[in-house]
């Protein structure tokens, strides 16, 4: 089991200065650098304070002058708001600039709210189809003079500019969900991640099932799958359930973003009262301690020790909880100290 942290900037309030949030989240980049995680993990999000990462190779080119080993991974690239083209050189130019430690992981996107406005009246089936004609041309526009005509993108040959530091091209990870996705990602020759958010054990085995069966009816060699899990590790008892109650603060905010029902002010959707995170059952403090990765450092062991089990190759750390930065610090100082050393 390797491990790595999944992070971006995120803002509460309008009164945060995003200068210190910047520092914040490179801080806690570079403790997963220093503690040996293999990989850090941003993605790509537009408009909205509650997770900020317009163009995560940025953030990665960036995060290479301020780490030694870590990978750099977008966690993950939104396909349908790229040009093949545009993205195979930005990220060989993001390979360059890192001295090859770029990973490109890749999704259809999920917030409706960036739908409407980057791309007016694409739908979340669109969006999958664009994932799937872009992604197996980054190979071969690495590889050099790709032509292609296709439903969305036609373009005569074609190479990418600059290459990739690394042969082959950064490797390649797919946001993968529904059987098909996987089927996709693996038969082409991908790594898989998969976010079970906050559906507990049950979804994280039916996920696992589906790489398997993905890569049963593959010949070539099998990819690695990665689980990325929002994490809290607690100092007792007591601050475990303070971590639940904050995560379960967080789960209905995300809700909120992804119904985009409530207005957006300065990058802000109007704040949800008491009553309706309390009247929210599915998203209670109890059921997140009960199916998130969140407990105290033994807890937290156990559970990892049970996907590992599964066959996971690689568990993220998903920090991101609207907590504030200490205790996100203090959390992953103990996962650092208490857990992965469990692993080794």
């Not at 509460?12 to 520092?23: F, S, V, Y």
Request: proline share 5%.
């Amino acid at each position: 089991m390797e491990f790595s942290l999944f992070a971006h900037m995120e803002r509460l309030t309008n009164d945060q200065p995003q200068d210190e949030l910047h520092d914040q989240f490179i801080e806690l980049c570079k403790m997963a650098d220093d503690a040996g995680m293999r990989a850090v993990w941003t993605g790509e999000h537009h408009g909205m304070d509650f997770t900020i990462a317009p163009n995560p190779l940025m953030s990665l080119v960036n995060l290479a002058h301020h780490t030694k080993n870590v990978r750099l991974g977008t966690g993950t690239i939104i396909a349908p708001f790229w040009h093949p083209i545009k993205l195979a050189g930005e990220a060989a130019s993001a390979d360059l600039m890192t001295g090859g430690r770029i990973e490109l992981g890749i999704a259809r996107g999920a917030y409706s709210y960036e739908y409407e406005r980057l791309m007016p009246g694409l739908d979340a089936w669109e969006a999958g189809q664009r994932m799937r004609e872009i992604t197996p041309l980054l190979p071969q526009l690495w590889k050099g003079d790709c032509a292609h005509e296709g439903e969305f993108f036609n373009f005569p040959s074609s190479t990418s500019a600059p290459k990739p530091v690394q042969k082959d091209g950064p490797p390649i990870w797919i946001a993968a969900r529904d059987p098909n996705s996987h089927e996709f990602g693996v038969h082409n020759g991908f790594n898989i991640q998969v976010t079970p958010l906050w559906q507990g054990m049950e979804e994280i085995e039916t996920l696992m099932g589906r790489f398997n069966d993905a890569c049963d009816s593959y010949d070539g060699l099998r990819p690695k799958i990665m689980l990325l899990h929002h994490t809290y590790v607690g100092a007792d008892a007591e601050d475990v359930e303070r971590g639940s109650q904050e995560l379960s603060r967080f789960y209905n905010y995300f809700g909120a973003w992804f119904q985009n029902k409530r207005d957006v002010r300065q990058g802000q959707i109007d704040p949800l009262t008491d009553e309706d995170i309390a009247n929210n059952k599915m998203m209670s403090k109890d059921n997140l301690a009960r199916d998130l990765t969140i407990g105290t450092a033994t807890e937290v062991t156990d559970r990892i020790k049970k996907y590992e089990d599964l066959g996971y190759d690689e568990y993220s750390f998903w920090i991101d909880s609207g907590m504030s930065f200490e205790r996100k610090r203090a959390s992953l100082a103990r996962f650092i100290d208490d857990v992965m050393p469990k692993f080794q």
